[in-house]
């Protein structure tokens, strides 16, 4: 719904008082102006809101008899001023709002409302905040000042008498001597140094033979046991040396992860008990072998099975045939010489 803009001394403006003047004692005065609002309202409510009204429309605006004549009476008056296909109401820009002044104007007010909602809403939330981080503090502060201490047994309590009090301070050796055992909930004092710091003595000692990288949290915990079992650097650095000197050569690649192994642990044992490096094994060397006419594969570094009897010629044929000449000749020269 839109509204029109009349002013409330419209009728004693000398236009509205020049209309009755012409019409003297005549309804036609008092009609002219009623036409002269309704031409204002319905110039309102069209889209173009330029003032326009259409000459068509007059008689619908305000229908009774000679609604053309009315019409003349405001141009004559400078109410309305003809133009062409109907009138255009006098100065209508001047007191009535264009439609995008009034578009602009309701959109900046309803800005300035959600913009009002939007930092009140803020603020709400801000100060809920505020109020919740206020009670967790206290809760804490709370709990904190709650938690109950260890009674001494050589005061009296409230609800010891003092000829008891004698009986209580004879008997506080055994009562702290039979005190509870620390429960799981106690913490383990911490470790000299992390599990990583020991890993990264290792590598420093062991010569490339071990990789250094921070160890998961599984081998972490490992580690922290052995910490506790070897708790210097100067152990983990012994094992590193153990390393570097050949000890435990299996298996070759070696990390936090074997570090946290059983095998881990030996080789630390080993290395910090003064036990000489274990060396690596040595492949045995494979043994030459021969190849008869038929087939027959043979040992020759044991003696000569006779019962194989060839000629030297078909001997060395054989080399050539199954080994080729080059190779015949490398293996004549592996064994010291050609078969005889």
């Known amino acids: 719904m839109s509204w029109v803009k009349l002013d409330d001394g419209f009728s004693d403006h000398r236009k509205m008082l020049e209309v009755a003047e012409r019409c003297g004692k005549s309804f036609k005065g008092a009609a ?3 036409l002269w609002a309704c031409g204002l309202a319905y110039a309102n409510r069209q889209a173009a809101r330029d003032g326009f009204v259409p000459e068509i429309k007059v008689a619908s605006l305000y229908p009774v008899k000679g609604s053309s004549e009315l019409a003349g009476l405001l141009v004559d008056v400078g109410l309305w001023e003809r133009v062409e296909g109907g009138y255009m109401i006098h100065d209508y820009h001047d007191y009535q709002p264009a439609k995008s002044l009034e578009l602009k104007a309701r959109r900046s007010v309803a800005g300035a409302a959600g913009g009002r909602a939007s930092g009140a809403s803020r603020r709400a939330k801000s100060e809920a905040n505020a109020k919740q981080l206020a009670s967790d503090d206290a809760k804490q502060n709370l709990k904190q000042s709650e938690a109950p ?8 309590t409230a609800k010891t008498s003092p000829a008891d009090a004698g009986a209580v301070a004879a008997s506080a050796p055994l009562a702290l001597e039979a005190a509870a055992p620390p429960t799981a909930r106690d913490k383990s004092p911490p470790l000299p140094f992390s599990p990583l710091a020991a890993s990264e003595a290792v590598a420093s000692t062991a010569g490339g ?3 250094h990288c921070k160890p998961d949290k599984g081998p972490a915990i ?3 046991r052995l910490i506790r079992d070897f708790p210097t650097l100067d152990a983990f650095r012994a094992l590193g040396r153990h ?3 050949g000890g435990d050569a299996w298996p070759a ?8 192994s059983g095998k881990g642990r030996e080789a630390m044992t080993r290395a910090n008990a003064g036990a000489a490096p274990k060396p690596p094994p040595v492949p045995a060397a494979p043994k030459p072998l021969g190849v008869l006419s038929d087939g027959t594969v043979i040992d020759v570094s044991k003696p000569r099975d006779t019962s194989h009897a060839l000629s030297r010629e078909e001997r060395e ?3 050539v045939q199954v080994l080729g000449v080059e190779g015949a000749a490398d293996f004549n020269r592996r064994i010291g010489g050609s078969l005889t």
């Open 32 to 34: 002219a102006c009623w």
């Open 149 to 156: 201490t260890r009674p001494d047994p050589t005061r009296p």
């Open 209 to 211: 033979k071990y990789t």
């Open 222 to 224: 490992a580690i922290g």
């Open 243 to 245: 390393l570097a000197a």
């Open 253 to 260: 690649e070696k990390g936090p992860g074997w570090l946290a």
């Open 317 to 319: 044929a054989l080399k």
